[in-house]
């Protein structure tokens, strides 16, 4: 695996412009197939923190993702970004996902295909398309196919590529769930690195321990619904309902 320099500067802050955040979800629903799946969510998260959705699967983590990111819209309640560029929020987002979209082509003309719907000099596309993969460990992986590369690498490179647009919110679906312990390592590293050059992270995961490891405030879901939204350090030192306790315990919820 290819070993990120652990001294290298932050890249790539969001773009110079109004904020979309901050994002309020106001007693949202989803229903499919006859089923609500998602039942009279709402909270608000604004700009700073990393956010975590917890959850055991089933929860509703990803489609409350995708619910905010816009990706489908809900049957109830609203979505609202409510900063002052908030009218044009996909904009200034991106998503990555588990298991991220590879196009038939090198890792640098993914991130150059992204980057290429954006009014940029062919100067900036390839400054931006650089710093993000020396920043992902990827440099020496430029010309590789994108589709050979191992899921880590893969998902380092969905992560860069997201990187370059310069997000102020990124959203993240489960990005470890498929990945060993080094490649999670690398990934974390990597989401670290893009929160501290200013972008909002908003991700789900059902792994406790990386919750701990990057949360600074926890959206925690059950069956649908939201059952808590607090402080990292509160929720996972004393959670407030009895399906909360039972999760940080490790005990299976039904």
């Given amino acids: 695996m290819t070993v990120m320099s652990q001294s290298a500067p932050p890249v790539l802050g969001p773009a110079p412009t109004g904020s979309i955040l901050p994002l309020r979800l106001d007693d949202v629903g989803y229903s499919a197939g006859g089923k609500e799946l998602i039942e009279h969510v709402s909270f608000e998260i604004a700009a700073g923190p990393r956010t975590v959705m917890l959850g055991p699967n089933g929860a509703g983590k990803s489609l409350i993702l995708r619910l905010c990111h816009g990706l489908i819209r809900p049957t109830s309640g609203r979505v609202l970004w409510l900063g002052p560029d908030g009218s044009h929020p996909r904009l200034h987002q991106a998503m990555v996902f588990q298991r991220p979209v590879m196009l038939r082509r090198s890792a640098a003309a993914n991130i150059d295909y992204a980057l290429s719907f954006r009014r940029l000099s062919p100067v900036e596309r ?7 993969l020396a920043a992902a460990g990827l ?3 430029a010309g590789v196919a994108a589709r050979v590369l191992s899921i880590g690498e893969q998902q380092r490179l969905a992560l860069a590529r997201a990187w370059a647009l310069q997000p102020q919110v990124l959203f993240l679906d489960e990005p470890t769930a498929s990945l060993d312990p080094a490649a999670t390592r690398a990934v974390e590293e990597i989401v670290r ?17 990386q919750a701990r490891r990057l949360a600074d405030e926890v959206i925690f879901l059950h069956r649908g619904r939201l059952v808590e939204h607090a402080p990292a350090k509160r929720f996972f030192e004393s959670p407030d309902t009895r399906e909360a306790q039972a999760f940080v315990k490790g005990e299976l919820l039904w």
């Avoid at 390839?126 to 993000?132: A, I, K, L, T, Y």
């Fill in 193 to 209: 690195r893009i929160q501290g050059s200013g972008a909002k992270v908003v991700m789900t995961t059902h792994d406790l321990a």
């Fill in 126 to 132: 390839r400054r931006r398309r650089d710093e993000v």
């Fill in 139 to 141: 440099a020496d992986l």
